[in-house]
């Protein structure tokens, strides 16, 4: 790798907080007026064949937005030096071909026109409606970036182990608040995980052969009968009985200490996250398909590059 390739790899982006200056609803509505229709017409032919491909699509809009901002750069493949797609948290990831046909059904129709950040923007919300959650508008105007550093993933991705304190802050330094931590969390309502994303807490959890005491002693037990110590390639449901629902449930599992992960726990353990899991659990989600959505469109907004900079890639996977 070059000496410049590495600086550029290790740059810190100043502006990957949540502002969205330069996007819109609609933004390609004289360039490529049919754009989010076409999106929409491949999503539909997909998730006939694989709805399980809904979270983790939705997933890799989140972790395309918390690294460099919401410009792509997870979907670049590594070549010089290696990119996000081939760090850890990220090697979970699946969908990446989904990305490409959607890119080549636009490309046929508007070449040049729709970036590969602002399809990962529309395939998320289609992954949520395709689901039974709430359709929301899509602010798009993105452009592609062109650089991708799997070293710049540890530091902007919350682990799954993440204290609440952790999160609250890695949340704040993307200019979200407390609230679109806890709404964004419900995205686990739908989607699969690693055991050894969790196993943490089944095995050995303060070094004396223990489970962690904040889980509930019954899921501990149906959860060590599906991962055994060292269980690396097992999927769990993070929302048992409704996995490819988009839905409440997920915020119910955490009041009954049933949330998979450390970081879903944790949500009991602020005032305002606490409380909005006991109000959408009670009230059957009143207004988690609004303000979902809401905290959806501000993420977003994180980092974006609009205007004449970046590029618009006419493959996702590399640069032009």
């Known amino acids: 790798m070059s000496t410049f390739a590495k600086v550029v790899c290790c740059l810190v982006l100043v502006l990957g907080v949540a502002n969205g200056q330069g996007l819109k609803v609609g933004f390609y ?26 979270g983790p699509l939705l997933r890799m809009h989140f972790h395309d937005c918390f690294v460099r901002g919401c410009e792509g750069s997870i979907l670049l493949n590594s070549s ?17 071909q989904v990305i490409d046909r959607v890119k080549a059904a636009l490309e046929k129709k508007c070449p040049g026109i729709v970036s590969c950040a602002d399809i990962l923007a529309i395939v998320a919300r289609e992954s949520v409606v395709a689901t039974g959650g709430k359709f929301y508008n899509v602010e798009t105007g993105r ?35 407390v ?15 690693h055991c050894s994303s969790f196993s943490n807490r089944l095995y050995n959890f303060t070094g004396k052969n223990d489970a962690d ?3 509930d002693p019954k899921y501990v037990k149906e959860l060590k009968k599906r991962c055994k110590i060292n269980d690396q390639t097992t999927l769990v449901e993070m929302d048992p009985g409704s996995v490819r629902k988009f839905d409440v449930d997920y915020f119910t599992l955490v009041t009954k200490r049933r949330g998979l ?12 996250t606490s409380a909005y899991l006991t109000a959408q659990s009670n009230n059957g989600g009143s207004t988690f398909g609004h303000d979902f959505g809401v905290s959806m469109v501000k993420m977003g907004q994180i980092g974006v590059i609009t205007g004449s900079a970046g590029q618009i890639r006419k493959f996702c996977y590399k640069n032009n």
């Open 29 to 54: 509505e004289r360039t490529c007026p049919n754009a989010e229709a076409i999106v929409n017409e491949v999503m539909t032919t997909v998730f006939k064949e694989a709805l399980s491909l809904s």
């Open 80 to 96: 010089t030096h290696t990119a996000e797609k081939d760090s850890p948290p990220n090697l979970s990831l699946r969908g990446y």
């Open 143 to 177: 452009r592609d970036g062109n650089v991708s550093c799997l070293s710049e993933t540890s530091t902007n991705l919350l682990p799954p182990t993440a204290n609440i304190a952790t999160l609250i802050a890695g949340f704040s330094a993307k200019g979200l608040n």
């Open 179 to 193: 609230t679109d931590l806890v709404v964004l969390s419900g995205g686990h309502t739908i989607g699969t995980s």
């Open 213 to 215: 005491p904040s889980m």
């Open 261 to 272: 992960f450390t970081s879903d726990q944790a949500l009991l353990k602020n005032t305002v």
